[in-house]
T-cell receptor, first 113, second 108 residues
Framework: DPKIIQKPKYLVAVTGSEKILICEQY?????MYWYRQSAKKPLEFMFS???????DNQTASSRFQPQSSKKNHLDLQITALKPDDSATYFC????????????FGPGTRLTVL | GDQVEQSPSALSLHEGTGSALRCNFT?????VQWFRKNSRGSLINLFY???GTKENGRLKSAFDSKERYSTLHIRDAQLEDSGTYFC??????????FGSGTRLLVSP
């Protein structure tokens, strides 16, 4: 059974619209993260949460807003979508922050037209 | 910022042979992870090291925090080893930094 679920797997959006990427982890972890991989670039860290609190934000744009309704959920809301937002977005989790091993979900591939 | 330089970017091996992938770090990292991206795009955890070496089957990884590098050795390569391998390292804070990946192709 998958331990980290991301929904949807594929997402197509029009410029200017808003989408929410879903992430749920069933590993009992306290820390969750979002990463992004654009074409031909390494995975880039976006956010980290610990016990539902934001710990680090490396995203320059306020159009990206994480939402944590439960400890094992960390959704990503993206507003005013742009073509440059096209990427695969990976959710990850670890036991805690501070250097623990991270486990990644299968990713959501977002295409903005 | 923290950088991870991964090499080679691409590697071709014949079945039964071996080679090594390497990641160099521009700062002292606390731990390193190695992943393989499978055909469905999922990241499969291979190793997590805070120091020393670990071995799992035909794979072996080493991490030297002081010398700022990590390696992943593959021996007796098999067709199913083909894929993209990534290292990722962190300073013990809230994130890890990924290398650019090594695309491995194993041929008969």
């Amino acid at each position: 059974d998958p331990k980290i679920i991301q929904k949807p797997k594929y997402l197509v959006a029009v410029t200017g619209s808003e989408k929410i990427l879903i992430c749920e982890q069933y590993l009992g972890h306290n820390a969750m993260y979002w990463y992004r991989q654009s074409a031909k670039k390494p995975l880039e860290f976006m956010f980290s949460y610990s016990y539902q609190k934001l710990m680090d934000n490396q995203t320059a744009s306020s159009r990206f807003q994480p939402q944590s309704s439960k400890k094992n959920h960390l959704d990503l809301q993206i507003t005013a979508l742009k073509p440059d937002d096209s990427a695969t977005y990976f959710c990850a989790s670890s036991q805690d922050t501070g250097g623990y091993e991270q486990y990644f979900g299968p990713g959501t591939r977002l295409t903005v037209l | 910022g923290d950088q991870v330089e991964q090499s080679p970017s691409a590697l071709s091996l014949h079945e039964g042979t071996g080679s090594a992938l390497r990641c160099n770090f521009t700062t002292t990292m606390r731990a390193v992870q190695w992943f393989r991206k499978n055909s469905r795009g999922s990241l499969i955890n291979l190793f997590y090291l805070a120091s020393g070496t670990k071995e799992n089957g035909r794979l072996k990884s080493a991490f030297d925090s002081k010398e700022r590098y990590s390696t992943l050795h593959i021996r007796d390569a098999q067709l199913e080893d083909s894929g993209t391998y990534f290292c990722a390292a962190g300073t013990g804070g809230y994130k890890v930094v990924f290398g650019s990946g090594t695309r491995l192709l194993v041929s008969p």
